[in-house]
């Protein structure tokens, strides 16, 4: 199994996690809560250079938009995480058949769009090896932008999250070009930029089929002036070899995602480099990856390994290491349901009720990370606040 492996529900394994039961969650849809009262004045490090080293640590990223509350990889998930504040809002790219791309967490938009019910695309169904996994679905290298376009996004988890379908199909698959023009828009409206963090979706598998990804995302990067080492966007993959590329190609800053510790890049496997995650965290692996990124996204059971029981174990000297070697860290996904928390965190037996989030942020930000992916910004920022205030949740 490759890194950051996904499947779309009632399929395949959801979100890394464990099976959700059917309960609503029990949220509102658009919190407005706003923690992110101290931008620039920040616990430690960062919040006084250029570039990224001027957002305020830890960083609240936005994953795949306020996912926790719209339908993943929506102007309208992306519009909720800025609206509620997030520093950076991100966005996981894969291209279509005319060269063009797009936001969507997996080529295989089965899950997260309409496609399924429309009979003018029954055709297209189809089955692909991707990344040494075989998947029966619609993909997006098979449909034109335009094509694209007539579809609709759907909620993921809708089995969890039944109150983010009242967002289905209300809007489209956005194109990475759209949301560059959304971001100047409303950095504009705002007065200061709107950070971006950009994922490759399977790089070697796209490359492979004439659909290389890094020269189409740096030409977008410069046309939009998002090129440079103090633009406002990351640039983020699983696959080393396409942040070596996009080194090659432009200056933005750069974090390479990892997987958990037994697992190998796609790109190492097809290339015969034996290496996985767990020799990439030591200090060795760290300094490859420090000659060309600027920073990782460890999952977070590399900061703070969990039990058989899904009970917080002893943390790493991962951020230790990994600031030894002037990386940041930005780890991944803090998600306030039960069935996503440690077990230290849960709450009662629903696994789609909200456990202690608050609890679980803390005990990361503890930990030193720079940054975090969160479905649930709002929670993030409050819980952030709490962090650098030094309040108790
Ligand atoms: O990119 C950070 C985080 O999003 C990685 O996980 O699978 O959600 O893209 P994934
Ligand atoms: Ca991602």
Avoid at 34 to 50: L, N
Avoid at 81 to 102: F, S, Y
Avoid at 144 to 162: H, N, V, W
Avoid at 336 to 347: H, I, T
Wanted: glycine share 12%; charged share 25%.
């Amino acid at each position: 199994m490759t890194q950051g492996a996904e499947r779309t529900p009632g399929r395949r394994t959801l979100l890394g996690a464990a099976v959700l039961g059917s309960a609503a969650l029990g949220i509102g849809g658009a919190p407005a809560a706003h923690g992110q009262e101290r931008h620039g004045d920040e616990a430690r490090g960062h919040g006084h250079g250029s570039g990224f080293r001027s957002l305020p640590v830890p960083t609240v990223i936005a994953h795949r938009g306020a996912s926790g509350y719209r339908p993943e990889h929506t102007l309208g998930s992306y519009q909720l995480a800025l609206d509620m504040g997030a520093h950076v809002v991100e966005q996981d790219l894969v291209p279509t058949k005319d060269g063009h791309l797009v936001c969507r967490h997996e080529n295989d938009i089965t899950g997260t769009t309409d496609v399924a019910s429309r009979p003018e695309f029954a055709s297209r169904r189809t089955t692909r090896s991707v990344d040494g996994i075989s998947l029966t679905g619609w993909f997006t290298e098979d449909f034109t932008l335009a094509e694209l376009k007539t579809l609709r996004a759907t909620e993921r988890i809708p089995a969890s999250r039944q109150e983010n379908t009242l967002y289905d199909g209300r809007w489209e698959i956005p194109s990475f070009e759209e949301v560059l023009r959304w971001a100047e828009r409303e950095g504009r409206r705002r007065g200061r930029p709107v950070w971006l963090h950009v994922e490759t979706k399977h790089p070697t598998y796209f490359r492979g089929i004439g659909l290389g990804l890094e020269e189409r995302l740096a030409k977008l990067l410069r046309r939009h002036g998002r090129h440079r080492a103090n633009s406002a966007v990351f640039l983020q993959s699983f696959e080393p070899s396409s942040i070596q590329r996009l080194a090659e190609l432009v200056d933005s800053p750069r974090v390479v995602l990892l997987s958990g510790a037994s697992s190998r890049p796609w790109d190492f496997v097809q290339a015969g480099d034996p290496r996985t995650v767990a020799d990439l965290v030591k200090p060795e692996g760290l300094r490859w990856i420090a000659s060309y990124a600027q920073g990782i996204g460890p999952t977070l059971d590399l900061i703070i390994p969990r039990d058989a029981s899904g009970r917080l174990g002893t943390p790493t000297t991962l951020v230790r290491d990994a600031h030894a070697k002037g990386l940041i860290l930005h780890p991944y996904t803090m998600r306030n349901e039960n069935s996503f928390l440690p077990a230290d965190f849960r709450r009662g037996t629903d696994p789609n009720a909200y456990g202690d989030a608050f609890g679980a942020f803390k005990v990361y930000f503890d930990q030193g990370i720079d940054g975090i992916f969160t479905d649930n910004p709002d929670t993030g920022l409050l819980a952030r606040g709490d962090f650098v205030n030094g309040r108790r949740p």
